[in-house]
Each structure stands twice: as structure tokens, then as C-alpha cells.
């Protein structure tokens, strides 16, 4: 693989059991290129190695004054400088490739597993570790699968040196062969207590990370409450913690490479006072401890490999646990079973028993707005499963029923503890009779189309944020009217200079920093509109808007989704009133339905919803409430009929 042909077709099914089993499969997945970099690297390591035989046959054919011997010495350091250039560039060309494609890999991944989960990731996992996986995470798992190879080929030629330096001259040669596993194994039991206080540095690290993106995502919030300073403080508190860990983690790596000098220190004071006693008497010649004394200090670059390696997967031992967490999260815990195309129907969710009828306009009344968000979720097909938090209650004969296995066990004690012990898991919802669940991903998001509360605008002009897939019935100018997004345009003509006073042509910056809220969130509904799915899920659609401009958003939805299965959450009684059916859900569990104006006269907990008004002035605020929509209403009529 390399890296012109990035990104990968199919980056493969990883195994997530482990972080080291991660690597290892990543390591198996990048086969052929860690043999490319092997094979480099042993031209390099042994060119290196052959480098002080050289020097000592020039060394004695200068004491024998041999010119012959002396000139094919110096060809051969030539050739051998030649081979170890050749060998050192393209290793490290190989090892880099090795690493890019390895993160490239991990990213895409990554990229699939969000795509997969959409907003429900984050509130699996922290949006600041999310970050950390994609970023740091990534490339300290890429070092070590880069590093693997280079200190299997420093391996290889340490083998091979020691081997040749027994047979070539065994009175020196045993000596450094004895010597250097001592000096490769010597950090062994250092390594324990450095990869404890690495992975501590990377976990407090990670908590700093966190608590900066969540600061940073909550700026606006935390500027209107004055909590700046308190958030501040904690941020700077946790930065000294991830400082003083990483001086531990930092003097613990000096330790082991302070070893890793002194020892072969040793070695090589003692292989020249051995070696100068044995010359001494004879027993050896010059050029043969010259030799031997140059292969013992060349195979010291050699050994930095082992520190290296053990450095590389200490740091990357963590990340690849970190990355695992996020891969092994699953939309659903039961894998798709139906082929073919997405079905049609009534959208109904067994847990809470809310029914969306094929073709109509359904609005969802929650009092509480998280509940609103996973209902949201659910409805895109994305049950909840055993990693995430149960809801607080859940409708009798929802869950909790005895599987036939279980009632067939004979042990009631036990289903009884499970049931206590493993949050139940609500059934999936369906789409005409067919569970989403069971549904291809594809198709599921095909089918329906989930806009939370807070969508997400990439950076790019008007046109491209519009070009998503649709149906091919809805225009991108029908949605954009229908969102009342008029402002939004001519605000975005007169935006840039270069774009013809075409607002499709304009850049929008990232997230639409360069939009108000209202804005931001009118083109994002316009996006989903344009989409045309059998159903659209909307969570909150008109927030940020004012009651004059949402009221006209309220009948552009029902106009333009007409005969179109829409589900809205909402509590604005604007958006209610144009609703065909407007259904409470309470406790986790529907207990009305009607139209607004029904429920609004009859149903307290649905004006303590809307109107926001306690029971003593229910009455008058019910009355009130309907006023206000007919008169909006009547306003809005006189303007289309304008």
C-alpha cells in the first residue's frame, strides 16, 4: 500500500478484543510493508556491520604495508557507504509509509464508527477522548507499527554480528555475544513502572483534553453565568497534574536511558583492556581488535532500537485501548437481517408507544429535553443498548419480559439477579412492521433522517451544503422557501464580492460560525428538507428562531412534507398548532394525544408543558395560548394572500 493509493477501499474489520490485539492486527494488515522496511533495514543495520571489518583490514594492511589490501579496503568502504545511503533512505521512506498508512487506516476506522453511531457517540463516549483518539491517538499507534520494523531489522543484525564476531574471532567474539543480550534485557524491569506512569501521564492527559473541549464547547454558556474562571481554574489544575505525570513518566525514560549508556560503556572499557592484553601477548593482531572493537561500538545504534520499541508501545498500548473503546460501540447489539429496500409505514417505538402515521404530520411534546434527544435517536435507529444510560422510566410491558431461554432455565433467582444487575434493552422501532434494527445502516438512514437539536453546517458554499442525497423530488429552492431562509440569502449574496450575487456560490465558514443561531438552524432544516425521506425526524427545529418567523417555518414543514411521514419535538405552540396529531410523552411513555388545541384544554401536564404556567392559571393561559396562535395564524394568512 502506499500512499498515493490512500484511502483505503475497506480498511478491514478490525479486532477490538484488546488494545494489544488491535496492534497486532494493524501490524498483520500492514504485512507486506513491514517486510519492505525489514528488508531495508537489514541492508542498512548490516552495512553498518560490515563497516568495521573493512576499517580492519585496512588498519593491518597499513601495519603489514600491503597497498593492495589497503585500496580494496577502501573500495569496499565505499561501497559499503553506497549500500548503507541506499539502505537508510529507503528504510526510512518504508517506515513512514508504514506509519502514515497505519494512522490512515485507525482514521478511517474511526471515520466509519462515526459515521455509524452519528451523535449518539458522544454520548457514549466524552466528546474530548473522541478528539484525543482521532488526533495523538492516532499517531502514537502509527509510530509504533513504524517502529516495529526498524527494531526487528536491529534485532536481526545484532543476531548476525554476534554470530559472525564467535566465528571470527571467538576469544572477543563470546565476550560481546554474552554482553549484549544483558545490555538489550537490562531495562526489562525498568519497563513495568515506566509504561504505569506513561499511561498515567496519558490518562490524565486525556481528562485535560476533555475538560478543554467540553470548556470550549460550553464558552457561550459558561461567558452568561460568569463561570470563566472557575472553569479556568480547573483547566489549570489539571494541566499541572498531566505536568507533574509527565516529569515521573519523564525521569523513569531517563532512567532506562542512562542504562542503556552506561552499560555498553562498560562493555566496550572492557573489551579494550581485554583485547590490548591479548594483543600484548600476541594472541591477536591489531587489525583484529580494531575490528572487534568497531563492531562492538557500531552494534551500540543497534540497541537504541529496543528502547525506542518499548517507548512506542508503552504510549501506543493506551491509544490502541482508547481507539478500541470507540470501535467497539455498535449502533445496535443485534447485527442487520433484512435486505433489499427500506420499508414503508407507521413509525412506531414499542417502548414508549408512540405511533407516527405513514403521511402525517406528528408533533412530540417531552418535558424533559434529553428525553426528547435519545427518543430522537431511537427513532433513527439507535436503540439503546448495555453502554448507555437506561432512561429513568420505562412504560410497563416495555421491557423486562422473560425470554423463552430463560424461562425454559427453570431458574428464576437467577433471571431475577441478571434483570437487576444488566440495564434492560429497549425494543427497536419500527418502520411498517420491520424493525429498524434489523435494517442495513444505509438503509436506515435512507428511510429515516434524524436532525437533532444542535445540527452541524460544514464549510463550503451554499450549493455544496445543499447537495446531499435525496429523493429528487424537493428542490433545494423549495426547501430554502420553506424554511424561510429569504434573510439567509440575501445576507449570504451580499457576504462576498467574488460570488455574482449568487448566495448558493458563497463559502459558509466552518459550522456556520459566520450565521446567527436562527440562521445556522434554518438552513440546516432547508438541508434536511431537500433530503426528502419517508421520515423526518426533527428535534427542536424552530429554538432559535423568533414566534413571527416560526409560525411561517411551522407551515412551510407542513406544506412541503405533505403526504411525508414527519415527526417534530417540540413545545412552541406555533409549531403544534399546524400538527395533524400532537402526542405527550411522559416518564418515558405516552399518555395523550390529540390535537394541540384538545390537549391544551384538557391535559394539565401538557400545559404545564407548553404554557408553562402552573394549575391555578392553567385556564386563563390555556385561552391565552389559543388566542395568540389564531392571531398568528390570521397574520400569516394576510401576508401569503399579499
Known amino acids: 500500500m502506499q500512499i498515493r ?50 576499517v580492519g583490514v585496512a588498519v593491518q594492511a597499513v601495519i603489514d604495508r600491503s597497498g593492495g589490501r589497503l585500496a580494496l579496503a577502501g ?57 484525543a483518539v482521532s ?7 502509527g509510530w509504533f507499527v513504524e517502529a516495529l520494523s526498524r527494531f526487528a531489522a536491529a534485532a536481526t543484525a545484532l543476531v548476525l554480528v554476534c554470530v559472525g564476531l564467535v566465528i571470527y574471532l571467538p576469544s572477543l567474539g563470546v565476550l560481546v555475544a554474552v554482553a549484549m543480550p544483558v545490555l538489550a534485557l537490562a531495562v526489562l524491569p525498568l519497563l513495568p513502572r515506566a509504561t504505569r506512569r506513561a499511561d498515567e501521564q496519558r490518562e490524565k492527559a486525556g481528562k485535560a483534553t ?41 525521569r523513569m525514560w531517563a532512567l532506562i536511558s542512562s542504562v542503556q549508556v552506561l552499560l555498553p560503556g562498560v562493555l566496550l572499557i572492557s573489551l579494550v583492556w581485554y583485547g590490548a592484553t591479548l594483543a600484548r601477548d600476541g594472541r591477536i593482531d591489531v587489525g583484529q581488535l580494531v575490528t572487534v572493537y568497531s563492531a562492538a ?58 405511533m407516527a402515521p405513514q403521511g402525517r404530520f406528528t408533533a412530540v411534546v417531552c418535558g424533559d429535553p434529553d428525553e426528547a434527544g435519545r427518543l430522537a435517536e431511537r427513532l433513527g435507529g439507535h436503540a439503546e443498548t448495555g453502554d448507555e444510560d437506561a432512561p429513568d422510566a420505562v412504560p410497563d410491558g416495555a421491557t423486562g419480559a422473560e425470554s423463552p431461554r430463560e424461562s425454559a432455565s427453570g431458574n428464576p433467582a437467577r433471571s431475577t439477579r441478571e434483570s437487576a444487575e444488566t440495564p434492560a434493552r429497549a425494543p427497536s422501532v419500527l418502520l411498517g412492521a420491520v424493525a429498524l434494527d434489523e435494517l442495513p445502516l444505509d438503509v436506515a438512514r435512507a428511510a429515516v433522517l434524524v436532525q ?14 445543499m447537495d446531499v442525497p435525496s429523493s429528487g423530488l424537493v428542490s433545494a429552492e423549495d426547501a430554502l422557501a420553506a424554511a424561510q431562509c429569504g434573510d439567509v440569502l440575501a ?37 434536511s428538507l431537500v433530503t426528502d425521506p419517508q421520515a423526518l425526524v426533527l428535534d427542536e427545529p424552530t429554538s432559535a428562531v423568533d414566534s413571527h418567523t416560526e409560525a411561517r ?47 391544551l384544554s384538557t391535559e394539565p401536564r401538557y400545559r404545564a408543558v407548553v404554557t408553562r404556567e402552573t394549575d391555578d392559571e392553567a385556564a386563563p393561559a390555556a385561552h391565552t395560548a389559543i388566542v395568540a396562535v389564531e392571531a398568528v395564524a390570521t397574520v400569516q394568512g394576510i401576508e401569503e394572500r399579499a
Open 5 to 54: 493509493d490512500l484511502p483505503y477501499s475497506d480498511p478491514g474489520d478490525p479486532d477490538i478484543r484488546s488494545g494489544p490485539r488491535f496492534l497486532i492486527w494493524l501490524g498483520r494488515h500492514q504485512l507486506a510493508g513491514q517486510l519492505k522496511a525489514l528488508s531495508w533495514g537489514l541492508v542498512h543495520q548490516l552495512g553498518i556491520a560490515g563497516l568495521p571489518v573493512t
Open 75 to 131: 573500495a569496499l568502504i565505499v561501497a559499503l557507504g553506497v549500500l548503507i545511503a541506499m539502505g537508510d533512505t529507503m528504510l526510512h521512506r518504508a517506515a513512514v509509509t508504514n506509519w502514515i498508512t497505519a494512522a490512515a487506516r485507525v482514521q478511517q476506522l474511526l471515520a466509519r464508527k462515526t459515521a455509524e453511531l452519528g451523535s449518539a457517540l458522544t454520548r457514549r463516549v466524552a466528546a474530548g477522548e473522541v478528539v
Open 135 to 141: 488526533t495523538g491517538d492516532v499517531e502514537k499507534i
Open 210 to 250: 476533555e475538560l478543554a473541549s467540553d470548556t470550549v464547547a460550553g464558552l457561550r454558556v459558561l461567558r452568561g453565568i460568569g463561570g470563566e474562571e472557575l472553569f479556568l481554574g480547573r483547566y489549570r489544575r489539571a494541566s499541572q497534574e498531566v505536568r507533574r505525570a509527565a516529569v515521573r513518566s519523564a
Open 297 to 354: 561500538t557500531l552494534m551500540l545504534f543497534p540497541l537504541r532500537h529496543f528502547e525506542e520499541i518499548a517507548m512506542a508501545y508503552s504510549f501506543s498500548r493506551p491509544s490502541a485501548q482508547r481507539a478500541v473503546r470507540v470501535l467497539s460501540l455498535h449502533r445496535s447489539s443485534r447485527a442487520a437481517t433484512v435486505e433489499g429496500v427500506a420499508p414503508s409505514g407507521d413509525l412506531y417505538d414499542p417502548a414508549t408507544g408512540l
Open 452 to 465: 437533532d437539536k444542535d445540527p452541524v453546517l460544514l464549510s463550503g458554499t451554499l450549493e455544496e451544503l
Open 491 to 527: 445576507a449570504l449574496a451580499q457576504a462576498s464580492p467574488d460570488n455574482g450575487g449568487d448566495p448558493m456560490r458563497t463559502r459558509i465558514t466552518e459550522r456556520g460560525r459566520s450565521l446567527s443561531g436562527g440562521q445556522r438552524q434554518r438552513l440546516a432544516l432547508a438541508r
Open 553 to 599: 417555518v411551522a407551515a412551510g414543514i407542513a406544506r412541503l412534507r405533505r403526504g411525508r411521514t414527519t415527526v417534530a419535538f417540540a413545545s412552541s405552540p406555533l409549531l403544534l398548532d399546524v400538527a395533524d396529531r400532537v402526542v405527550l410523552v411522559h416518564g418515558g411513555a405516552v399518555v395523550a394525544a390529540g390535537t394541540h388545541r384538545e390537549l
